[in-house]
């Protein structure tokens, strides 16, 4: 490298970088149902450990056999119990599944 392209090298002036323009701090939406999950938390101060709708509608056919078997469902899987005791659409959700079982006794 020449001494003088070495200097002119110095000299240039660097680009201007446009400044990043200022992010707003993005904020996680929070879905209803944890906003509800969270209402019944509140609800229920007692109760460390609780289900959410997503590991209820996970569990509830395991539930729903418990109970059609005729054993004691609310002892095995208290939790769910509890959720389904507070909340109404994972109820209705679970009392559909008790019909449909029911219904078709073999399946
Ligand atoms: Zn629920």
Do not use: I, S, W, Y
């Amino acid at each position: 490298m020449k001494p003088h392209d070495f200097l002119m090298r110095l000299l240039r002036p660097k680009p201007q970088r446009q400044p990043e323009p200022a992010r707003l701090p993005t904020r996680p939406t929070r879905p209803a149902k944890t906003l509800a999950a969270a209402a019944l938390r509140m609800l229920a101060p007692t109760q460390d450990v609780e289900l959410a709708c997503d590991d209820v509608h996970a569990l509830l056919d395991q539930f729903a056999e418990v109970v059609k078997r005729g054993e004691d469902a609310p002892k095995a899987m208290p939790l769910l119990q509890l959720h389904l005791d507070m909340c109404p659409d994972c109820r209705e959700e679970f009392e559909a599944l008790m019909r449909v079982l029911r219904a078709n006794p073999a399946a």
